[in-house]
Protein backbone atom coordinates (compact mmCIF):
# COMPACT_ATOMS: atom_id res chain seq x y z
CA UNK A 1 0.00 0.00 0.00
CA UNK A 2 1.56 3.25 -1.11
CA UNK A 3 0.28 6.22 0.56
CA UNK A 4 -0.43 3.93 3.95
CA UNK A 5 -0.35 7.16 5.93
CA UNK A 6 -2.88 8.73 3.47
CA UNK A 7 -6.59 9.81 3.87
CA UNK A 8 -7.38 6.98 1.69
CA UNK A 9 -4.87 4.80 2.07
CA UNK A 10 -4.75 4.12 5.68
CA UNK A 11 -8.91 3.41 5.47
CA UNK A 12 -8.11 0.99 3.04
CA UNK A 13 -5.12 -0.84 5.35
CA UNK A 14 -7.71 -0.84 8.10
CA UNK A 15 -10.25 -2.79 5.79
CA UNK A 16 -7.36 -5.26 4.73
CA UNK A 17 -6.19 -6.15 7.75
CA UNK A 18 -9.78 -6.86 8.81
CA UNK A 19 -10.43 -9.00 6.43
CA UNK A 20 -7.51 -10.62 7.46
CA UNK A 21 -4.78 -9.80 4.92
CA UNK A 22 -1.20 -8.91 5.59
CA UNK A 23 -0.37 -5.39 4.36
CA UNK A 24 3.11 -3.57 4.05
CA UNK A 25 2.12 0.22 3.75
CA UNK A 26 4.93 2.36 2.39
CA UNK A 27 4.07 6.64 2.67
CA UNK A 28 6.67 9.46 3.19
CA UNK A 29 4.48 11.21 5.84
CA UNK A 30 4.64 14.56 3.91
CA UNK A 31 0.98 14.43 3.56
CA UNK A 32 0.46 11.32 5.24
CA UNK A 33 -0.09 11.31 9.08
CA UNK A 34 1.22 7.84 10.93
CA UNK A 35 -1.41 9.17 13.81
CA UNK A 36 -3.71 7.29 10.77
CA UNK A 37 -1.85 4.25 11.13
CA UNK A 38 -2.46 3.59 14.69
CA UNK A 39 -5.02 0.95 14.79
CA UNK A 40 -3.18 -0.47 12.19
CA UNK A 41 0.30 -0.88 13.64
CA UNK A 42 -1.33 -2.70 16.61
CA UNK A 43 -1.79 -5.35 14.16
CA UNK A 44 1.01 -8.07 13.86
CA UNK A 45 0.30 -8.10 9.76
CA UNK A 46 0.92 -4.83 9.59
CA UNK A 47 4.43 -3.61 8.61
CA UNK A 48 5.28 -0.01 7.68
CA UNK A 49 8.11 1.56 5.80
CA UNK A 50 8.99 5.21 6.02
CA UNK A 51 10.28 5.76 2.40
CA UNK A 52 10.11 7.99 -0.66
CA UNK A 53 8.61 5.97 -3.41
CA UNK A 54 10.34 8.49 -6.02
CA UNK A 55 13.62 5.93 -4.65
CA UNK A 56 13.27 3.28 -7.52
CA UNK A 57 15.36 1.08 -4.92
CA UNK A 58 12.79 1.84 -1.52
CA UNK A 59 9.40 0.66 -4.25
CA UNK A 60 11.34 -2.70 -5.83
CA UNK A 61 12.54 -3.50 -2.28
CA UNK A 62 9.36 -4.40 -0.94
CA UNK A 63 7.75 -6.40 -3.85
CA UNK A 64 8.74 -9.65 -3.23
CA UNK A 65 6.00 -11.64 -2.00
CA UNK A 66 3.60 -9.51 -2.65
CA UNK A 67 0.62 -10.40 -4.73
CA UNK A 68 -0.90 -6.70 -5.30
CA UNK A 69 0.03 -3.47 -5.16
CA UNK A 70 -2.33 -0.95 -3.75
CA UNK A 71 -0.83 2.49 -5.24
CA UNK A 72 -2.65 5.10 -3.58
CA UNK A 73 0.22 7.72 -2.91
CA UNK A 74 -0.31 10.77 -4.86
CA UNK A 75 0.37 14.43 -5.02
CA UNK A 76 -2.56 15.80 -4.73
CA UNK A 77 -2.63 19.56 -4.37
CA UNK A 78 -3.78 21.75 -7.54
CA UNK A 79 -2.20 24.82 -6.58
CA UNK A 80 1.44 22.83 -5.73
CA UNK A 81 1.43 21.79 -9.40
CA UNK A 82 1.12 25.49 -10.75
CA UNK A 83 4.07 26.73 -8.17
CA UNK A 84 5.96 23.63 -8.24
CA UNK A 85 5.46 22.60 -11.81
CA UNK A 86 8.18 19.53 -11.05
CA UNK A 87 5.90 18.08 -8.38
CA UNK A 88 3.38 16.53 -10.51
CA UNK A 89 5.68 15.30 -12.89
CA UNK A 90 7.87 13.71 -9.92
CA UNK A 91 5.06 12.32 -7.80
CA UNK A 92 2.42 10.79 -9.83
CA UNK A 93 4.19 9.64 -13.10
CA UNK A 94 7.38 9.19 -12.13
CA UNK A 95 6.86 7.20 -8.84
CA UNK A 96 3.78 5.47 -10.35
CA UNK A 97 6.19 4.08 -13.11
CA UNK A 98 8.40 3.09 -10.45
CA UNK A 99 5.54 0.86 -8.77
CA UNK A 100 4.96 -0.18 -12.37
CA UNK A 101 8.70 -1.62 -13.04
CA UNK A 102 9.36 -3.12 -9.54
CA UNK A 103 5.76 -5.06 -9.93
CA UNK A 104 6.86 -6.06 -13.54
CA UNK A 105 10.45 -6.85 -12.38
CA UNK A 106 9.01 -8.85 -9.28
CA UNK A 107 6.29 -10.76 -10.91
CA UNK A 108 3.51 -8.77 -8.92
CA UNK A 109 -0.20 -9.35 -10.50
CA UNK A 110 -2.59 -6.98 -9.87
CA UNK A 111 -2.12 -3.40 -9.63
CA UNK A 112 -5.05 -0.77 -7.78
CA UNK A 113 -4.63 2.59 -8.97
CA UNK A 114 -6.24 5.83 -7.31
CA UNK A 115 -6.91 8.43 -10.15
CA UNK A 116 -9.24 10.92 -10.16
CA UNK A 117 -12.72 11.91 -11.34
CA UNK A 118 -11.14 15.22 -12.37
CA UNK A 119 -9.70 13.61 -15.45
CA UNK A 120 -13.42 14.45 -16.70
CA UNK A 121 -13.22 17.99 -16.38
CA UNK A 122 -15.83 20.20 -17.13
CA UNK A 123 -17.60 17.08 -19.31
CA UNK A 124 -21.44 18.19 -20.31
CA UNK A 125 -21.77 14.08 -20.14
CA UNK A 126 -23.50 14.40 -16.58
CA UNK A 127 -23.94 12.00 -14.58
CA UNK A 128 -20.40 11.04 -16.10
CA UNK A 129 -19.69 7.34 -17.87
CA UNK A 130 -16.45 5.95 -17.11
CA UNK A 131 -16.15 5.47 -21.39
CA UNK A 132 -16.83 9.58 -21.43
CA UNK A 133 -14.27 11.22 -23.60
CA UNK A 134 -11.85 12.82 -21.71
CA UNK A 135 -11.51 17.03 -22.71
CA UNK A 136 -8.08 18.48 -22.79
CA UNK A 137 -6.19 18.22 -19.22
CA UNK A 138 -5.59 22.01 -17.91
CA UNK A 139 -4.04 20.95 -14.83
CA UNK A 140 -0.50 19.69 -14.46
CA UNK A 141 -2.25 17.67 -11.74
CA UNK A 142 -4.86 16.10 -13.84
CA UNK A 143 -2.00 15.75 -16.87
CA UNK A 144 0.03 13.62 -14.41
CA UNK A 145 -3.12 11.38 -13.32
CA UNK A 146 -3.74 10.67 -17.08
CA UNK A 147 -0.06 10.00 -17.65
CA UNK A 148 0.24 7.80 -15.05
CA UNK A 149 -3.28 5.88 -16.24
CA UNK A 150 -1.96 6.11 -19.45
CA UNK A 151 1.44 3.97 -17.95
CA UNK A 152 -0.52 1.56 -16.54
CA UNK A 153 -2.45 0.59 -18.95
CA UNK A 154 0.41 0.39 -21.60
CA UNK A 155 2.34 -2.01 -18.95
CA UNK A 156 -1.21 -4.09 -18.56
CA UNK A 157 -0.79 -4.96 -22.04
CA UNK A 158 2.41 -5.55 -22.52
CA UNK A 159 3.35 -6.59 -19.65
CA UNK A 160 0.26 -9.07 -18.40
CA UNK A 161 -0.01 -6.81 -15.14
CA UNK A 162 -3.94 -6.61 -14.04
CA UNK A 163 -4.65 -3.52 -13.24
CA UNK A 164 -7.79 -1.07 -11.90
CA UNK A 165 -7.90 2.40 -11.98
CA UNK A 166 -10.10 4.21 -9.35
CA UNK A 167 -11.86 7.39 -10.34
CA UNK A 168 -12.81 8.70 -6.97
CA UNK A 169 -14.89 12.16 -7.01
CA UNK A 170 -15.22 13.94 -3.66
CA UNK A 171 -14.12 11.78 -0.65
CA UNK A 172 -14.84 12.88 2.59
CA UNK A 173 -14.91 11.30 6.04
CA UNK A 174 -12.53 10.70 9.27
CA UNK A 175 -8.73 11.74 8.77
CA UNK A 176 -9.80 14.01 5.58
CA UNK A 177 -6.96 16.82 5.92
CA UNK A 178 -7.31 18.40 2.34
CA UNK A 179 -10.28 19.29 -0.02
CA UNK A 180 -12.66 22.37 0.05
CA UNK A 181 -14.53 20.76 3.80
CA UNK A 182 -11.04 20.38 5.36
CA UNK A 183 -10.33 24.24 4.46
CA UNK A 184 -13.74 25.10 5.82
CA UNK A 185 -13.14 23.55 9.03
CA UNK A 186 -9.77 24.71 9.48
CA UNK A 187 -11.12 28.42 8.88
CA UNK A 188 -13.72 28.24 11.28
CA UNK A 189 -11.31 26.74 13.61
CA UNK A 190 -9.40 29.95 13.71
CA UNK A 191 -12.00 32.24 12.68
CA UNK A 192 -15.56 30.78 14.13
CA UNK A 193 -17.44 33.96 12.84
CA UNK A 194 -16.38 34.44 9.89
CA UNK A 195 -16.23 32.14 6.13
CA UNK A 196 -14.61 32.47 2.80
CA UNK A 197 -15.95 30.26 0.17
CA UNK A 198 -13.92 30.24 -3.17
CA UNK A 199 -17.14 29.28 -5.55
CA UNK A 200 -20.44 29.79 -6.36
CA UNK A 201 -23.24 28.36 -3.37
CA UNK A 202 -24.81 26.28 -6.73
CA UNK A 203 -21.73 24.10 -7.33
CA UNK A 204 -23.13 21.01 -7.07
CA UNK A 205 -20.60 17.42 -6.08
CA UNK A 206 -21.60 14.13 -4.73
CA UNK A 207 -20.53 13.36 -1.01
CA UNK A 208 -19.12 10.07 -0.53
CA UNK A 209 -17.52 8.69 2.85
CA UNK A 210 -14.19 7.17 2.74
CA UNK A 211 -15.31 3.67 3.82
CA UNK A 212 -17.92 3.35 1.00
CA UNK A 213 -14.91 4.45 -1.58
CA UNK A 214 -12.82 1.26 0.17
CA UNK A 215 -15.77 -1.02 0.34
CA UNK A 216 -16.71 -0.11 -3.82
CA UNK A 217 -12.44 -0.24 -4.52
CA UNK A 218 -12.34 -4.40 -3.29
CA UNK A 219 -15.98 -5.32 -5.07
CA UNK A 220 -14.50 -4.00 -7.42
CA UNK A 221 -10.96 -5.35 -7.53
CA UNK A 222 -13.19 -9.07 -6.89
CA UNK A 223 -14.89 -8.47 -9.72
CA UNK A 224 -12.37 -7.14 -12.70
CA UNK A 225 -11.45 -9.38 -14.86
CA UNK A 226 -10.25 -7.50 -18.48
CA UNK A 227 -6.24 -6.23 -18.08
CA UNK A 228 -7.28 -2.68 -16.97
CA UNK A 229 -10.27 -1.92 -15.90
CA UNK A 230 -11.52 1.65 -15.16
CA UNK A 231 -14.39 2.57 -12.37
CA UNK A 232 -16.25 5.77 -11.12
CA UNK A 233 -16.27 5.91 -7.30
CA UNK A 234 -18.72 9.20 -6.46
CA UNK A 235 -21.89 9.39 -4.24
CA UNK A 236 -25.22 8.16 -6.13
CA UNK A 237 -26.76 11.80 -5.03
CA UNK A 238 -25.06 15.40 -5.60
CA UNK A 239 -25.44 18.09 -3.09
CA UNK A 240 -25.17 21.93 -3.26
CA UNK A 241 -21.81 23.80 -1.59
CA UNK A 242 -24.36 25.57 0.34
CA UNK A 243 -25.96 22.14 1.56
CA UNK A 244 -22.37 20.86 2.06
CA UNK A 245 -21.67 24.56 3.75
CA UNK A 246 -25.01 23.77 6.54
CA UNK A 247 -24.29 20.49 7.26
CA UNK A 248 -20.72 21.95 8.13
CA UNK A 249 -21.63 24.92 10.30
CA UNK A 250 -24.73 22.65 12.13
CA UNK A 251 -21.92 20.26 13.17
CA UNK A 252 -19.72 23.22 14.34
CA UNK A 253 -22.77 24.82 16.23
CA UNK A 254 -21.53 27.58 14.41
CA UNK A 255 -23.56 30.52 12.51
CA UNK A 256 -20.89 32.44 10.84
CA UNK A 257 -21.19 34.97 8.00
CA UNK A 258 -20.47 32.89 4.16
CA UNK A 259 -18.99 35.06 1.94
CA UNK A 260 -18.98 33.69 -1.66
CA UNK A 261 -16.41 35.34 -3.92
CA UNK A 262 -14.98 33.45 -7.08
CA UNK A 263 -12.33 30.69 -7.11
CA UNK A 264 -8.56 31.76 -8.01
CA UNK A 265 -7.74 30.90 -11.51
CA UNK A 266 -6.67 27.87 -11.16
CA UNK A 267 -7.53 26.34 -14.18
CA UNK A 268 -9.88 23.18 -13.74
CA UNK A 269 -11.18 24.15 -10.59
CA UNK A 270 -14.31 25.08 -10.42
CA UNK A 271 -16.51 22.73 -12.59
CA UNK A 272 -20.47 23.47 -12.08
CA UNK A 273 -21.72 19.97 -11.22
CA UNK A 274 -19.16 17.01 -10.48
CA UNK A 275 -21.22 13.74 -10.78
CA UNK A 276 -19.93 10.46 -11.60
CA UNK A 277 -22.12 7.40 -13.30
CA UNK A 278 -21.33 4.78 -10.98
CA UNK A 279 -23.49 1.86 -12.51
CA UNK A 280 -20.53 0.17 -13.34
CA UNK A 281 -20.28 -0.19 -9.39
CA UNK A 282 -24.23 -0.25 -8.44
CA UNK A 283 -24.55 -3.79 -11.20
CA UNK A 284 -21.80 -5.05 -8.97
CA UNK A 285 -24.29 -4.97 -6.38
CA UNK A 286 -22.15 -1.65 -4.35
CA UNK A 287 -24.48 1.02 -2.45
CA UNK A 288 -22.83 3.94 -0.62
CA UNK A 289 -24.19 3.35 3.49
CA UNK A 290 -23.36 6.51 4.96
CA UNK A 291 -25.20 8.95 3.42
CA UNK A 292 -23.92 12.17 1.97
CA UNK A 293 -25.05 14.46 5.11
CA UNK A 294 -23.98 11.72 7.52
CA UNK A 295 -20.14 11.51 5.33
CA UNK A 296 -19.73 15.65 5.83
CA UNK A 297 -20.26 15.47 9.49
CA UNK A 298 -18.46 12.89 10.04
CA UNK A 299 -15.63 14.17 8.16
CA UNK A 300 -15.83 17.43 10.35
CA UNK A 301 -16.54 15.72 14.46
CA UNK A 302 -13.85 13.85 13.40
CA UNK A 303 -11.73 17.44 12.22
CA UNK A 304 -12.94 19.00 15.75
CA UNK A 305 -12.03 15.85 17.84
CA UNK A 306 -8.08 16.47 16.15
CA UNK A 307 -7.65 19.80 16.11
CA UNK A 308 -3.66 18.92 15.64
CA UNK A 309 -4.45 18.39 11.81
CA UNK A 310 -6.83 21.98 11.73
CA UNK A 311 -3.35 23.27 13.43
CA UNK A 312 -0.96 21.72 10.54
CA UNK A 313 -3.14 21.34 7.49
CA UNK A 314 -1.33 20.36 4.13
CA UNK B 1 14.43 22.78 -33.10
CA UNK B 2 14.81 20.10 -30.83
CA UNK B 3 15.98 16.29 -33.17
CA UNK B 4 17.39 18.96 -35.28
CA UNK B 5 19.38 15.81 -36.82
CA UNK B 6 16.21 13.50 -37.66
CA UNK B 7 14.32 13.13 -40.24
CA UNK B 8 10.93 15.12 -39.86
CA UNK B 9 13.33 17.81 -37.75
CA UNK B 10 16.39 18.55 -40.88
CA UNK B 11 13.58 18.86 -43.49
CA UNK B 12 11.87 22.05 -41.03
CA UNK B 13 15.42 23.03 -39.94
CA UNK B 14 15.88 23.34 -43.51
CA UNK B 15 12.61 24.90 -44.69
CA UNK B 16 12.79 27.41 -41.74
CA UNK B 17 16.22 28.57 -43.05
CA UNK B 18 14.98 28.40 -46.50
CA UNK B 19 12.27 31.19 -44.83
CA UNK B 20 14.95 33.78 -43.53
CA UNK B 21 14.73 31.93 -39.86
CA UNK B 22 17.34 31.82 -37.64
CA UNK B 23 17.66 27.99 -36.07
CA UNK B 24 19.40 26.68 -33.12
CA UNK B 25 18.86 22.90 -33.87
CA UNK B 26 19.26 20.26 -30.60
CA UNK B 27 20.00 16.12 -30.71
CA UNK B 28 22.14 13.65 -29.11
CA UNK B 29 22.57 12.10 -32.62
CA UNK B 30 21.62 8.66 -31.41
CA UNK B 31 19.07 8.00 -33.75
CA UNK B 32 19.47 11.49 -35.79
CA UNK B 33 22.32 12.09 -38.00
CA UNK B 34 24.33 15.08 -38.63
CA UNK B 35 24.69 14.23 -42.49
CA UNK B 36 21.25 15.37 -42.42
CA UNK B 37 21.87 18.93 -41.10
CA UNK B 38 25.21 19.01 -44.16
CA UNK B 39 22.97 21.90 -46.06
CA UNK B 40 22.01 23.60 -43.10
CA UNK B 41 25.08 24.18 -41.12
CA UNK B 42 26.00 26.29 -44.88
CA UNK B 43 24.01 28.51 -43.43
CA UNK B 44 25.07 31.49 -41.07
CA UNK B 45 21.74 31.52 -39.71
CA UNK B 46 22.27 27.96 -38.37
CA UNK B 47 23.72 26.83 -34.77
CA UNK B 48 23.83 23.03 -33.99
CA UNK B 49 24.56 21.59 -30.31
CA UNK B 50 25.44 18.10 -29.76
CA UNK B 51 23.32 17.48 -26.27
CA UNK B 52 21.01 15.50 -24.10
CA UNK B 53 17.60 17.22 -23.79
CA UNK B 54 17.48 14.53 -20.64
CA UNK B 55 19.40 17.49 -19.12
CA UNK B 56 17.64 20.52 -17.75
CA UNK B 57 20.49 22.92 -18.38
CA UNK B 58 21.02 22.01 -22.07
CA UNK B 59 17.47 22.78 -22.91
CA UNK B 60 17.54 25.66 -20.32
CA UNK B 61 20.84 27.32 -21.30
CA UNK B 62 19.34 27.39 -25.49
CA UNK B 63 15.92 29.10 -24.59
CA UNK B 64 16.95 33.36 -23.83
CA UNK B 65 16.12 34.97 -27.05
CA UNK B 66 14.12 32.13 -28.83
CA UNK B 67 10.96 32.89 -30.46
CA UNK B 68 9.64 29.46 -30.74
CA UNK B 69 10.25 25.86 -29.93
CA UNK B 70 9.69 22.90 -32.41
CA UNK B 71 10.18 20.03 -30.38
CA UNK B 72 10.45 17.45 -32.71
CA UNK B 73 12.82 14.88 -30.19
CA UNK B 74 11.70 11.53 -29.08
CA UNK B 75 12.03 7.94 -28.82
CA UNK B 76 9.99 6.32 -31.50
CA UNK B 77 10.73 2.80 -31.52
CA UNK B 78 7.94 1.06 -30.70
CA UNK B 79 10.13 -2.03 -29.76
CA UNK B 80 12.54 -0.49 -27.36
CA UNK B 81 9.91 0.53 -25.33
CA UNK B 82 8.86 -3.45 -24.46
CA UNK B 83 12.68 -4.22 -23.68
CA UNK B 84 13.57 -0.91 -21.94
CA UNK B 85 10.88 0.35 -20.31
CA UNK B 86 12.03 3.75 -19.07
CA UNK B 87 13.19 5.06 -22.24
CA UNK B 88 9.55 6.29 -23.11
CA UNK B 89 9.34 7.84 -19.80
CA UNK B 90 13.05 9.56 -20.41
CA UNK B 91 12.93 10.35 -23.76
CA UNK B 92 9.38 11.72 -24.05
CA UNK B 93 8.01 12.85 -21.09
CA UNK B 94 10.31 13.96 -18.83
CA UNK B 95 12.39 15.63 -21.95
CA UNK B 96 9.03 16.75 -22.66
CA UNK B 97 8.44 18.69 -19.12
CA UNK B 98 12.19 19.91 -19.68
CA UNK B 99 11.24 21.95 -22.58
CA UNK B 100 8.16 22.99 -20.98
CA UNK B 101 9.68 24.52 -17.95
CA UNK B 102 12.94 25.66 -20.09
CA UNK B 103 9.96 27.98 -22.07
CA UNK B 104 7.86 28.83 -19.46
CA UNK B 105 11.71 30.33 -17.02
CA UNK B 106 12.51 32.13 -20.21
CA UNK B 107 9.01 33.30 -21.35
CA UNK B 108 9.18 31.72 -25.21
CA UNK B 109 5.70 31.53 -26.28
CA UNK B 110 5.10 28.81 -28.34
CA UNK B 111 5.33 25.23 -28.91
CA UNK B 112 4.90 22.77 -31.84
CA UNK B 113 5.23 19.08 -31.09
CA UNK B 114 5.18 16.27 -33.22
CA UNK B 115 3.08 14.06 -31.30
CA UNK B 116 1.66 10.74 -33.40
CA UNK B 117 -1.49 9.40 -34.82
CA UNK B 118 -0.19 6.34 -33.25
CA UNK B 119 -2.83 7.41 -30.36
CA UNK B 120 -5.80 7.08 -31.98
CA UNK B 121 -4.97 3.25 -31.83
CA UNK B 122 -7.58 0.95 -33.62
CA UNK B 123 -9.81 3.22 -33.88
CA UNK B 124 -13.34 2.41 -36.06
CA UNK B 125 -13.93 5.51 -36.61
CA UNK B 126 -11.76 6.05 -40.14
CA UNK B 127 -10.75 9.07 -41.64
CA UNK B 128 -9.93 10.02 -38.15
CA UNK B 129 -10.79 13.41 -36.93
CA UNK B 130 -8.55 14.82 -34.00
CA UNK B 131 -11.64 14.70 -31.79
CA UNK B 132 -11.84 11.06 -32.08
CA UNK B 133 -12.02 9.53 -28.09
CA UNK B 134 -8.31 8.02 -27.76
CA UNK B 135 -8.15 4.03 -26.90
CA UNK B 136 -6.69 2.96 -23.89
CA UNK B 137 -3.10 3.06 -24.79
CA UNK B 138 -1.65 -0.50 -25.00
CA UNK B 139 2.07 0.74 -25.62
CA UNK B 140 4.60 2.65 -23.81
CA UNK B 141 5.46 4.89 -26.53
CA UNK B 142 2.01 5.65 -27.16
CA UNK B 143 1.24 5.66 -23.30
CA UNK B 144 4.60 8.49 -23.58
CA UNK B 145 2.92 10.31 -26.68
CA UNK B 146 -0.68 11.06 -24.77
CA UNK B 147 1.05 11.89 -21.46
CA UNK B 148 3.88 14.57 -23.26
CA UNK B 149 0.39 16.39 -24.86
CA UNK B 150 -0.96 16.24 -21.25
CA UNK B 151 1.65 18.13 -19.87
CA UNK B 152 2.04 20.98 -22.64
CA UNK B 153 -1.93 21.21 -22.51
CA UNK B 154 -1.37 21.90 -18.85
CA UNK B 155 1.35 24.13 -19.59
CA UNK B 156 -0.36 25.96 -22.28
CA UNK B 157 -3.21 26.64 -20.19
CA UNK B 158 -1.63 27.50 -16.48
CA UNK B 159 1.14 29.01 -17.74
CA UNK B 160 0.11 31.32 -21.05
CA UNK B 161 2.01 28.94 -23.34
CA UNK B 162 0.51 28.43 -27.03
CA UNK B 163 1.16 25.05 -28.17
CA UNK B 164 0.66 23.28 -31.54
CA UNK B 165 0.08 19.53 -31.02
CA UNK B 166 0.88 17.64 -34.28
CA UNK B 167 -0.40 13.84 -35.15
CA UNK B 168 1.43 12.63 -38.38
CA UNK B 169 0.77 9.62 -39.85
CA UNK B 170 3.24 7.49 -41.91
CA UNK B 171 5.84 10.14 -43.09
CA UNK B 172 8.18 9.22 -45.79
CA UNK B 173 10.48 10.25 -47.55
CA UNK B 174 13.81 11.52 -47.91
CA UNK B 175 16.07 10.73 -44.73
CA UNK B 176 13.97 8.46 -43.37
CA UNK B 177 15.57 6.36 -41.06
CA UNK B 178 13.33 4.09 -39.38
CA UNK B 179 9.76 2.89 -40.08
CA UNK B 180 8.54 -0.43 -41.77
CA UNK B 181 10.00 1.16 -45.67
CA UNK B 182 13.20 1.41 -44.16
CA UNK B 183 13.33 -2.14 -42.86
CA UNK B 184 12.08 -3.23 -46.16
CA UNK B 185 15.02 -1.35 -47.99
CA UNK B 186 17.17 -2.92 -45.54
CA UNK B 187 16.04 -6.52 -46.01
CA UNK B 188 16.64 -6.20 -49.83
CA UNK B 189 20.08 -4.30 -49.33
CA UNK B 190 21.13 -7.33 -47.71
CA UNK B 191 18.70 -9.90 -49.18
CA UNK B 192 17.67 -8.85 -52.95
CA UNK B 193 16.00 -12.06 -53.32
CA UNK B 194 13.88 -12.00 -50.29
CA UNK B 195 11.32 -9.66 -48.38
CA UNK B 196 9.78 -10.75 -45.58
CA UNK B 197 6.87 -8.56 -44.53
CA UNK B 198 5.75 -8.63 -40.55
CA UNK B 199 2.06 -7.78 -41.50
CA UNK B 200 -0.94 -8.36 -43.79
CA UNK B 201 -0.78 -7.17 -47.52
CA UNK B 202 -4.12 -5.29 -46.92
CA UNK B 203 -2.82 -3.14 -43.95
CA UNK B 204 -3.69 0.41 -45.16
CA UNK B 205 -1.75 3.66 -44.60
CA UNK B 206 -1.46 6.90 -46.40
CA UNK B 207 2.08 7.71 -47.14
CA UNK B 208 3.01 11.84 -46.61
CA UNK B 209 6.57 12.87 -48.34
CA UNK B 210 8.10 14.63 -45.32
CA UNK B 211 8.09 17.90 -47.34
CA UNK B 212 4.30 18.02 -47.43
CA UNK B 213 4.32 17.26 -43.36
CA UNK B 214 6.54 20.35 -43.02
CA UNK B 215 4.50 22.44 -45.08
CA UNK B 216 1.25 21.50 -43.13
CA UNK B 217 2.99 21.62 -39.98
CA UNK B 218 3.73 25.35 -40.55
CA UNK B 219 0.70 26.65 -41.98
CA UNK B 220 -0.71 25.53 -38.76
CA UNK B 221 1.31 27.13 -36.85
CA UNK B 222 0.69 30.52 -38.87
CA UNK B 223 -3.41 29.72 -38.38
CA UNK B 224 -3.36 28.30 -34.65
CA UNK B 225 -5.32 31.46 -32.68
CA UNK B 226 -6.16 28.58 -29.37
CA UNK B 227 -4.08 27.96 -26.30
CA UNK B 228 -3.90 24.18 -27.65
CA UNK B 229 -4.58 23.24 -31.60
CA UNK B 230 -4.47 19.61 -32.68
CA UNK B 231 -3.80 18.71 -35.71
CA UNK B 232 -3.88 15.71 -37.82
CA UNK B 233 -1.17 15.28 -40.51
CA UNK B 234 -1.64 12.28 -43.40
CA UNK B 235 -1.95 11.15 -46.90
CA UNK B 236 -5.61 12.53 -47.82
CA UNK B 237 -5.95 8.75 -49.29
CA UNK B 238 -4.32 5.32 -48.32
CA UNK B 239 -3.35 2.37 -49.92
CA UNK B 240 -1.96 -1.28 -49.18
CA UNK B 241 1.11 -2.46 -47.96
CA UNK B 242 1.28 -4.72 -51.09
CA UNK B 243 1.08 -1.22 -53.16
CA UNK B 244 3.84 0.15 -51.03
CA UNK B 245 5.56 -2.79 -51.49
CA UNK B 246 5.20 -2.71 -55.08
CA UNK B 247 6.38 1.09 -55.42
CA UNK B 248 9.29 -0.06 -53.14
CA UNK B 249 10.33 -3.05 -55.27
CA UNK B 250 9.78 -1.31 -58.61
CA UNK B 251 12.45 1.47 -57.81
CA UNK B 252 14.36 -1.17 -56.66
CA UNK B 253 14.22 -2.85 -60.07
CA UNK B 254 13.97 -6.38 -57.47
CA UNK B 255 11.39 -9.35 -57.88
CA UNK B 256 11.66 -10.69 -54.85
CA UNK B 257 9.83 -13.48 -52.78
CA UNK B 258 7.49 -11.84 -51.18
CA UNK B 259 6.42 -13.21 -47.61
CA UNK B 260 4.19 -12.01 -44.94
CA UNK B 261 3.67 -13.20 -41.73
CA UNK B 262 2.26 -12.21 -38.53
CA UNK B 263 3.43 -8.86 -36.75
CA UNK B 264 5.59 -9.92 -33.57
CA UNK B 265 3.23 -9.26 -30.72
CA UNK B 266 4.08 -5.71 -29.49
CA UNK B 267 0.07 -5.01 -28.69
CA UNK B 268 -0.76 -1.70 -30.92
CA UNK B 269 1.10 -2.67 -33.85
CA UNK B 270 -1.07 -3.59 -36.43
CA UNK B 271 -4.03 -1.30 -36.81
CA UNK B 272 -5.84 -2.63 -40.04
CA UNK B 273 -6.08 0.99 -41.58
CA UNK B 274 -4.83 4.25 -40.30
CA UNK B 275 -6.06 6.95 -42.11
CA UNK B 276 -6.61 10.37 -40.96
CA UNK B 277 -9.69 13.06 -41.84
CA UNK B 278 -7.23 16.04 -42.12
CA UNK B 279 -10.05 18.14 -42.87
CA UNK B 280 -8.57 21.13 -40.18
CA UNK B 281 -5.27 21.53 -42.83
CA UNK B 282 -7.16 21.55 -45.89
CA UNK B 283 -10.15 23.70 -45.10
CA UNK B 284 -6.70 26.03 -44.75
CA UNK B 285 -5.99 25.44 -47.73
CA UNK B 286 -3.21 22.88 -47.51
CA UNK B 287 -2.38 19.88 -50.22
CA UNK B 288 0.01 17.56 -50.29
CA UNK B 289 2.25 18.45 -53.24
CA UNK B 290 3.64 14.89 -53.97
CA UNK B 291 1.72 11.59 -54.19
CA UNK B 292 2.29 8.56 -52.38
CA UNK B 293 3.57 6.79 -55.00
CA UNK B 294 6.15 9.46 -55.72
CA UNK B 295 7.01 9.63 -52.19
CA UNK B 296 7.24 6.20 -51.41
CA UNK B 297 9.62 6.16 -54.82
CA UNK B 298 11.36 9.20 -53.18
CA UNK B 299 12.65 7.49 -49.60
CA UNK B 300 13.59 4.54 -51.67
CA UNK B 301 15.59 6.22 -54.00
CA UNK B 302 17.41 8.13 -51.02
CA UNK B 303 18.12 5.23 -49.31
CA UNK B 304 19.70 3.81 -52.33
CA UNK B 305 21.66 6.39 -52.74
CA UNK B 306 23.01 6.26 -49.11
CA UNK B 307 23.49 3.13 -48.33
CA UNK B 308 25.19 3.85 -45.23
CA UNK B 309 22.18 4.57 -43.27
CA UNK B 310 21.12 1.02 -44.17
CA UNK B 311 24.26 -0.58 -42.93
CA UNK B 312 23.88 1.74 -39.77
CA UNK B 313 20.14 1.12 -39.16
CA UNK B 314 18.37 2.15 -36.07
Redesign the interface.
Known sequence: MTGAAGFLGSHTVDRLLADGHEVIGIDNCITGRRQFLERACASPRFQFILGDLFDYTTVSEVCPGVDAVFHLAAHSNLRD??EF??RD?DQN??VT?NV??AM?RHGVGTLVYASTASLYGATTLVPTPE?A??P?????L???K??AE??I???A???GLRALLLRPATIVGERQSQGHLFHFCRQLHHHPGHLDVPGHPALRRGYLDVVDCVDAMLLALSHATAP?EIFNVGALSHHSLADAIAWTTSELQLDPVIHYHPPPA???SAVPTLHLDCSKLTNLGWRPQTSPETAVRRAVRYLTANPWLLAAGC
Do not use: K, M, N
Open positions: GAPRLVIWLERIRLDQTTLCASLAAFTAYHTYVIAG
